[in-house]
């Protein structure tokens, strides 16, 4: 190989290595687009599924207290207290997703409940 | 404007009447029957060759079945396998019944409440029904906290019985209002194009609602898939429960 065959090969190699570089990193910001609007989707499935957690268990504890009212005729100091039992279940069920949902996101190398760390 | 709910309307196909009770097969059971017929005759047909390179039925179907796999093992472990053919029935039906409901004139099963809390129930009873069967009493710890004081274990146990009783409740609302909710606004939004199609100079803004509704149509069929995928990860975690009550 002459020197100057030898240039030419050089310079077509660095020219090539540039090109694949661009290709990647559009590929990246593309994939980090996807990655966006997937995680965007996700909180909304949980956002609704944690509302019907609290509702769900708010609305057991009511029943349980009104049909223990209607049975013992104790209207309405068990439902009160059944409410309350009911919400406070309904708040144990939402950590108890907020744990797990905590671990999925710690599986696949994420935080929720964390902004971006910033600059100030 | 056409009525949004009318989409949801159940009619007697053959009416039958055992002992007193209703027992008619409605437009409902047909989708149902339609979802069990297709989803074999595809299981069949693509098993058929079980070629060691899979052609492209059968990676649909070994697709399907390593993805509730991978979620089966990952929340039961290996000894939750047992539950597979379990879940992969629930998922795929559910599945089946939210795809079918897309296609125009189809009828989402899975929009009636009565249907998801069917299916609900069932995970619930088998909870209960192994959980007993396996752990005896112990199955009960699920209830009782290790590292609460005493003093306010009475009330704790309360709260994770309502807990507990709540979970069917959340697990078929959540597939049966999503369902419901979404079909609602994709028939309103089709309304919408048909108001003003006929409301004169209106017309020009007939294709907003029709964009509106292509946009949800897409998103509706995420919903169709994310909602069974949810019904079938949450039976995971509760029959997990059955499994290893102590945590």
């Known amino acids: 190989m002459s020197p ?7 310079s077509r ?28 989707g996700r909180g909304m499935g949980y956002g609704m599924r944690m509302a019907a ?30 409410f309350l039992l009911g919400f406070a279940a309904g708040v144990r069920n939402l950590m108890r997703m907020y744990e797990r949902m905590q671990r999925e996101f710690a599986a696949r190398g ?3 409940g964390q902004s971006a760390p910033d600059d100030d | 404007m056409p009525d949004p709910i009318h989409q949801f309307d159940l009619y007697r196909i053959f009416p039958l009447n055992l002992g007193g009770w209703d027992v008619s097969f409605t437009n409902s059971a047909a989708f149902m029957l339609l979802a069990v017929l297709l989803t074999v005759a595809f299981f069949v047909l693509a098993t058929q060759s079980r070629a060691l390179v899979p052609g492209r039925l059968q990676s649909v179907a070994e697709i ?26 629930l998922f795929i039906f559910i599945f089946v019944c939210n795809m079918l409901g897309m296609i125009p004139l189809g009828f989402t099963v899975t929009s009636h409440i009565v249907v998801t809390a069917a299916l609900a129930a069932l995970v619930f009873v088998t909870v209960l029904v192994v959980g007993f069967a396996r752990n005896g009493l112990h199955f009960l710890k699920l209830f009782v906290p290790s590292d609460v004081p005493i003093y306010v274990l009475p009330m704790i146990t309360l709260i994770e019985v309502i ?7 959340s697990h078929s609302v959540r597939l049966f209002a999503n ?6 606004t994709l028939k309103v939004f089709g309304g919408f194009v048909v108001m003003l199609l006929g409301a004169g100079s209106f017309a020009v803004l007939a294709p907003l609602p029709l964009l509106m509704a292509v946009a ?18 949450l039976t995971c975690m509760y029959l997990n429960d059955a499994l290893h009550p102590g945590h």
């Open chain 1, 110 to 112: 994420g935080r929720i």
């Open chain 1, 13 to 40: 190699i660095s020219e090539l290595g540039e090109q694949l570089g661009k290709a990647r990193s559009r590929r990246e910001a593309e994939l980090s687009v996807g990655a966006d609007a997937e995680m965007r």
């Open chain 2, 64 to 89: 399907a079945h390593d993805f509730v796999a991978g979620m089966v093992r990952e929340s039961m472990g290996k000894e939750g396998m047992k539950f597979f053919p379990f879940v992969f029935s």
């Open chain 1, 4 to 10: 100057r065959e030898r240039a030419r090969f050089e």
């Open chain 1, 53 to 82: 957690e609290l509702v769900a268990a708010v609305i057991v504890g009511g029943v349980i207290g009104w049909s223990l009212d209607w049975v013992l005729g104790s209207r309405p100091w068990l439902f009160l207290l059944f």
């Open chain 2, 216 to 233: 949800i149509t897409a998103l509706e069929v995420l919903v169709a898939f994310l909602q069974a995928y949810v019904f079938a990860v």
């Open chain 2, 163 to 169: 807990s507990f009783l709540s979970r069917p409740i």
């Open chain 2, 179 to 184: 369902m419901l909710a979404g079909h609602i």
